[in-house]
């Protein structure tokens, strides 16, 4: 069985994170800040040392990089790298600011772009972080950085994945990236994304 650590997993199980992830052939390391998210790990993106390196077979990341300052990205990623084995990936997902940027040009800042589990969301949740559950006192949820398609993609290159394939998906204002560790063709990378991607 291959391992993935799900990083900033939160409530969510592995069922919610992507096809390919929930199959019988993956298992699921849950890694969290918040203690009451009951994680495998406690611990943050900046300091992953309770994972030894090349240790799992993935990384699993959605809707964490933009809750780091723009100097702590490559951090994290490091650690992202660090953890695993030569053949390993990650699977990042985040918000695209391009297509709330889009919203907020036509001075829609407050009203919803979407809804979801916690209920509507505006382009300023997207800029700055669910403003519900800040309110509530969740201030992890602040978001202090941000992306669109091709930075996401060129901060995975810079960071030293030789390989990457990233979408945009505006009617869900996010992004989705798949990154190597190992070089891997075109054709490759574009396979494994289709497998994590959604339709």
Not at 138 to 146: D, S, V
Not at 158 to 186: I, Y
């Amino acid at each position: 069985m291959k391992t993935f650590l799900h990083v900033g997993c939160g409530p969510v199980r592995k069922e919610q994170t992507t096809n390919a992830f929930n199959t019988p052939e993956w298992n699921a390391l849950r890694f969290d800040i918040d203690e009451k998210a009951n994680p495998d790990i406690v611990g943050t993106m900046l300091d992953m040392s309770a994972v030894a390196d090349a240790s799992v077979d993935a990384v699993f990341s959605s809707h964490n990089i933009e809750h780091l300052y723009p100097h702590e990205v490559m951090v994290a990623l490091a650690e992202f790298k660090r953890v695993l084995k030569d053949d390993g990936f990650v699977v990042i997902v985040c918000p695209d600011l391009q297509s709330a940027c889009a919203l907020i040009a036509e001075d829609k800042l407050t009203e919803p772009a979407y809804t979801s589990a916690a209920g509507p969301i505006t382009p300023l949740d997207i800029l700055y972080g669910h403003r519900l559950q800040m309110a509530h006192g969740n201030l992890y949820m602040a978001h202090r950085c941000g992306f669109t398609q091709r930075v996401l993609a060129g901060t995975l290159d810079e960071a030293g994945f030789p390989a990457v394939a990233c979408m945009r998906r505006p009617s869900h204002f996010d992004l989705r990236a798949v990154a190597s560790k190992a070089e891997l063709s075109e054709e490759d990378i574009r396979a494994l994304a289709a497998t994590h991607f959604p339709e």
